[in-house]
């Protein structure tokens, strides 16, 4: 284990769909930050959401 984090097992369909949001440009507004180390598209919307109250 590289990171020594435990991995993540998303489901296809929710990999696809946030993938596609990704591809429309969807979360654009999100920072960087808040992809790193999460697994569905929605962990990274709690994150960035996380993020930005531990910035105010």
């Given at each position: 284990v590289f990171t020594g984090s435990p991995g993540k097992l998303v489901d296809l369909a929710d990999t696809i769909k946030g993938f596609?949001?990704?591809?429309a440009g969807d979360y654009d507004h999100l920072p960087e930050a808040a992809f790193y180390m999460v697994g569905g598209i929605e962990e990274a919307v709690e994150k960035a959401q996380r993020l930005a109250a531990e910035a105010a």
């Open positions: 596609k949001g990704l591809c």
